[in-house]
Nanobody, 130 residues
Framework: QLQLVESGGGLVQPGGSLRLSCVAS????????IGWFRQAPGKEREGVSC????????NYADSVKGRFTISRDNAKNTVYLQMNSLKPEDTAVYYC???????????????????????WGQGTQVTVSS
């Protein structure tokens, strides 16, 4: 069974930090770019960050630049999202997603924030509140 499982969400005060993890099972992430998306109540899902399979390319939404860092450990089949200086507007369900990539498509995939998802995770709730 092919799946992505997120963890690490929770309740945190403004200014705090969380690290989300996304673990793949049933397939390896070596040939996939991975994106983090989020959806707040009443809003559309938005791309937060995207990383190429080799970690050579990354992209961030303007709203999280300088605060969030995406990374991956292909040996562990895991991708991370380190979130610092959290704000109430970061409250959302966070999803990871895998996009199959090739040498020809990797730049376009990362620049478009991982458009063209092949697999989605089930999501993890992040709540930033005092």
């Amino acid at each position: 069974q092919l799946q992505l499982v997120e963890s690490g969400g929770g309740l945190v005060q403004p200014g705090g930090s969380l690290r989300l993890s996304c673990v793949a099972s049933g397939f390896t992430l070596d040939n996939y770019a991975i994106g983090w998306f989020r959806q707040a109540p009443g809003k559309e899902r938005e791309g937060v960050s995207c990383i190429s399979s080799s970690s050579g390319r990354t992209n961030y939404a303007d709203s999280v630049k300088g605060r969030f860092t995406i990374s991956r450990d292909n040996a562990k089949n895991t991708v991370y999202l380190q979130m610092n200086s959290l704000k109430p507007e970061d409250t959302a369900v966070y999803y990871c997603a895998a996009v199959r990539q090739s040498l020809l498509t990797v730049q376009a995939i990362v620049q478009t924030m991982c458009v063209g998802v092949n697999y989605w995770g089930q999501g993890t709730q992040v709540t930033v509140s005092s």
